[in-house]
Each structure stands twice: as C-alpha cells, then as structure tokens.
C-alpha cells in the first residue's frame, strides 16, 4: 500500500463561511480528503494578528467555522480536524524558526505591505504581523507536511515556508521535507455586488443562510450591466447569476438560460428566481446539518478535542526531533 501524501491547510476564523470559501478552498479540501493524508486546522491565532484588539469573538467564530466544515463534508475519520492555539508546539517551532528567519524575507513579502494599506483602520505595525508567515511555516512543517492546498495569492508564502525550512535543514541536519504548494482552482463566483465574495462587502451568500435570505440576495445580485431594459439581450458570459447557474441549477436548464437570455426571452427577474431555487435546495442539506451541529455543540467540542490530541502526537514527535537537531 503506497503511503498518501500528508497535506496541511489552515483557515482565519473570521466569520461565517460563505459560497466563495465553499468553492476557493472548501469544497477542495472535502475532495482531496480520500487520496491524501489531511490535516485542516482553524488558525486562530493568526487572527489574533490582525484582530489583536477585538479578540472577543474569535472563539465563537472558531466553533462556528467547524460546524461549518462539518456541515459541508469535512470528516474528523477521514482528516485531522483541529484548532491551532491547541497545540502549543506550534509556538516552540515558530519561536526557533524566528531565530534563524532573516526579517528582510518578512519585509519583502508581497501580501505585507498590501495588507497594511488594505487595513488602514488597524495599527498593523507589531512584531505578530510582520512574523506571521514564520508562524505559518511552523503551522506547516511541524507535520512535515509534503504539500499544502492554497489559492494562489498564498502562493509566496508557501515558498517562504520552503526556503525556512532549507535554512534549518541547511544550519542544524535535515528535519523538514519541503512542501509543494497545490494550487486551488480559484472560485469564478462573485459577490452579489460583482466584486469579490467578502463578509466585509456585505455581499456574500453564507451557508448557513435561510431560503428567505437567499432569495432576497440573489434578488438583488447585479445581471449583465449593459442589460438596462426587459427587451435588451443579455449576455451570460458576462453576468454572475449565470455562474451560478452554471454550478447549481441542472444542465437543461443551463442550457436553455444561455440563449433565452441572449434572445431575451428570458427576463433577469425570472432567471434569478430560478437560479434561487436551485441554489436554495444546493444548500438545504448543508444548512440542516448547520442546524443539527448547532444543537449538538458537544459533539462538535468532541471533534476539536479528539483532532486536537492527534495533531498534538504528530506535532510533539516533531518537536523532540527539533530540540535535538538545534541542541537544546
Ligand atoms: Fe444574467 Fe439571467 Fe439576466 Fe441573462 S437573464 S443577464 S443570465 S440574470
């Protein structure tokens, strides 16, 4: 039997999870769950780097987002399923890898700089910030993971993690395997507003919406911009409700949208109210489960505990070989 490779991948606990980060990285991680050897963890601490001085609901947001994975298709028997600030190996490791990261490697990286202009209404100018992609490598090796699924804006970072990881392997014997990064296909959705899906938009579907909710968004989504009157042909290669359409609604009905639109045959009023039905029943099932998770909270702190605990063996097997390695 050939070993899987061992992945690791983190999510920020920021919120309610919506249809954007279903499809950029969700809906990846619950497909790559048979062939390899998983570990997701909720990287809560990483959201104290930026949140450091609203911490209050990160620990709300961190059970809500395991409902979440779990509601969608996540397994705690199929990958270890874990809450960061659990393990405390994680913070060794970051500690020694902090000794031996150059801070210009930090200062150059690309998501820096645009993150603190991005969040001017944050004082982003600490230590935890600037060190966070040492944190994430450590997050990353101490499993000595051999991959790491990321869209490609995490990109750069993965390559960080590499070359801190040659540097160790470099100064004290080979530790670390290298990860590859996996890049995920990005989601084509768009928030309703035509932008990209953030809850800080206010233009993201969640997945723990009610059918009432959906409706009313998708009701509100902006079509095709040139498409101004009922008479005016549409063109669905340019409008979001066909996105959707085309990851929800049955193929027959795809494919009788594209020219009804383009004819204008079809009205955007009508076309949203299909497409909302469709997407309403898509997630029924994962909103039940949401509910069924959110009245069984003690199975779901069962899930953290126990994926917890197995990340924690891996992590600290790790962590003797480190402290040998770097003689202390
Ligand atoms: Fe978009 Fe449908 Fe309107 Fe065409 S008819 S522009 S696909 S909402």
């Known amino acids: 039997m050939t070993e899987k490779k061992r992945i690791v991948s983190g999510m920020r606990p920021t919120g309610a999870l919506h249809l954007g980060n279903l499809h950029g990285a969700l809906q990846n991680w619950i497909n790559m769950q048979p062939d390899y050897d998983c570990f997701f963890f909720i990287a ?6 930026s949140d450091y001085e609203n911490p ?5 947001y961190t059970r809500n987002m395991m409902i979440d994975w779990l509601a969608a298709g996540l397994d705690p028997e199929k990958s270890v399923l874990f809450v960061q600030s659990r393990i405390r190996e994680h913070a060794e490791l970051f500690l020694l890898l902090s000794m031996i990261t150059p801070v210009p490697w930090l200062e150059r990286n690309p998501t820096y700089k645009e993150q603190i202009d991005a969040l001017q209404n944050k004082d982003l100018s600490t230590f935890g910030f600037l060190g966070y992609p040492v944190l994430q490598a450590a997050d990353i090796i101490i499993y000595k993971a051999e991959g790491v699924p990321v869209g490609i804006d995490q990109a750069p970072h ?6 801190i990881a040659r540097r160790f392997n470099h100064l ?6 290298e990860p590859d990064t996996i890049l995920t296909e990005i989601s084509k959705i768009l928030g309703t507003d035509r932008r990209k899906m953030s809850k800080s938009y206010s233009n993201a579907i969640f997945l723990s919406d009610s059918p009432e909710q959906i409706r009313k968004k998708v009701s509100q989504m902006i079509t095709d911009p040139q498409r101004i009157k009922r008479t005016d042909p549409g063109d669905p290669s340019v409008c979001n409700v066909f996105t959707f359409h085309q990851l929800y609604s049955p193929t027959d009905l795809v494919a009788q949208v594209d020219p009804d639109c383009r004819s ?7 076309c949203k109210k299909k497409m909302a039905e469709h997407l309403v029943a898509y997630l029924s099932p994962i909103r039940d489960k949401i509910e069924y998770y959110k009245n069984h909270t003690d199975q779901v702190e069962q899930v953290m505990a126990e994926g917890s605990d197995k990340a924690r063996q891996v992590a600290a097997k790790t962590l003797a070989e480190v402290r040998d390695a770097v003689r202390i």
């Open 264 to 270: 204008a045959k079809i009205g955007c009023v009508e």
């Open 44 to 49: 809560d601490w990483h959201a104290l780097t």
């Open 56 to 60: 209050g609901n990160i620990k709300k």
């Open 158 to 163: 993965i390559e960080l993690t590499r070359e």
């Open 172 to 177: 004290y014997g080979r530790v670390f395997p």
